[in-house]
């Protein structure tokens, strides 16, 4: 083992080593303590697997989290979420809406939009058309209320497919 063992990078990283005597660890303890057959296992992901696939479509911030401080010394990194629904570019030229395909819209300081209204191609709201999953802001100390919402390739908005959230911006944190 030596020194390797207890080595962690630079970016906090275990070494290999040592995550595989934590795995060997976890799988002895679940063994030792009853854990169900590989079986019993596979049920279970199936059905957790399950659940992701039903219920309604849904779209959410990955980062930030609700209600949470930032520093304005670094850009903001907003990334989205989506389950049940595909993402996609807005094609240069498109007949009708593509059914169950979007792209995001991320709006500043505004409230989701009435299901069925086309969002406006301007402040305070910025298209990601290009399919793109997140963005990062430059922001001033403040309370930001940030606000991401599907639409579909005529920018029109969806049902169920807004989220709010607020993050403060704070100096010296």
Not at 86 to 107: D, K, N
Not at 152 to 161: I, K, N, V, W
Request: glycine content about 14%.
């Amino acid at each position: 083992m030596g020194g390797e063992a207890m080595r962690i990078s630079r970016y906090g990283v275990v070494s290999l080593k040592i995550r595989g005597l934590l795995t060997l660890a976890v799988l002895a303890t679940v063994v030792a303590c009853g854990g169900g057959s590989a079986e019993s296992e596979g049920e279970a992901v199936a059905a957790a697997g399950d659940d992701a696939q039903s219920g309604p479509s849904r779209v959410f911030f990955v980062v930030p989290r609700h209600e949470t401080a930032h520093s304005t010394d670094l850009p903001l990194g907003l990334t989205f979420g989506v389950e049940r629904f595909e993402i996609g570019a807005v094609p240069e030229t498109a007949s009708m809406p593509r059914a169950g395909l979007g792209h995001y819209h991320l709006g500043l300081n505004t409230e989701c939009l009435p299901v069925g209204e086309i969002i406006p191609k301007a402040d305070p709201w910025i298209h990601l058309g290009d399919g793109s999953d997140g963005l990062e802001m430059q922001l001033e100390a403040g309370e930001y209320r940030f606000t991401v919402q599907m639409g579909d390739d005529e920018h029109r908005t969806l049902e169920g497919l807004c989220e709010t959230i607020t993050v403060r911006m704070e100096d010296g944190i």
